[in-house]
């Protein structure tokens, strides 16, 4: 199996490569932001609860989202792999994924890390949010919170996977063509 974890600050551009990457090589994308995003849609109470701290640009639960990686991964027994994006985001999570993986005889084969400046991710996410209309997009005080939990909470997981030898980083500026081929690059040597 191919399990990526895709990581990268708000704005790196995780989404657009996933996108690409589970067309390439036949994975399962699990996004947190999209599930948490699909259960406020349906107006569930999970999605209740998110709201308000994903409009903030705080984190979600650690409980909230490993049960909800939990029960996708339960549901795609015959995956030839997953692309994990925007989740983990606290070591709590990392450790939790780890735990989960290998109860289903499997382990994350490497993290890819997009490295991209804060002024071009609040430039990206100001654009994204005329676009998208996500709330948590929408004005530079909530993205200064997000890229402070990113810097505080999120990018400390670079050590955790460095320590398994697992962390390759890549230059997140330039068209969506040429980062995708640096992501390949890299796929190719696992
Ligand atoms: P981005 O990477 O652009 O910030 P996401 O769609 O990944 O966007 O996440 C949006 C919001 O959803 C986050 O700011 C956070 O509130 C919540 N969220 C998503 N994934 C997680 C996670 N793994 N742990 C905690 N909160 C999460």
Same mark, same amino acid.
């Given at each position: 199996m191919l399990n990526l974890v895709l990581f990268g600050p708000p704005g790196a551009g995780k989404g657009t490569q996933s996108n690409l990457l589970i067309k390439k090589? =036949?994975?399962v994308h699990l996004s947190t932001g999209d599930i948490l995003r699909?259960?406020?849609a349906a107006g569930t109470s999970l999605g209740l609860e998110a709201k308000s701290l994903m409009d903030r640009g705080d984190l979600v639960p650690d409980e909230v989202v490993i049960g909800m990686i939990s029960s996708k991964l339960d549901k795609n027994v015959n995956a030839n792999g997953f692309i994990f994006d925007g989740f983990p985001r606290t070591t709590e999570q990392a450790k939790a994924l780890d735990i989960l993986l290998k109860e289903k005889g499997t382990y994350i084969s490497s993290?890819?890390?997009l490295k991209v400046s804060d002024n071009?991710?609040?430039k990206?996410?100001?654009e994204r949010g005329i676009e998208s209309g996500r709330e948590d997009d929408k004005n530079e005080e909530i993205i200064a919170n997000r890229i402070n939990e990113y810097n505080n909470k999120t990018a400390?997981? =670079?050590q955790f996977y460095s320590a398994q030898n697992k962390l390759s980083e890549v230059e997140g500026i330039g068209s969506i063509t040429?980062?995708?081929e640096?992501?390949?690059t890299v796929i190719e040597t696992i």
């Open positions: 090589y =036949k994975l699909g259960e406020i993290m890819i890390s071009e991710l609040i990206r996410l100001l400390p997981l =670079k040429e980062i995708a640096r992501i390949n």
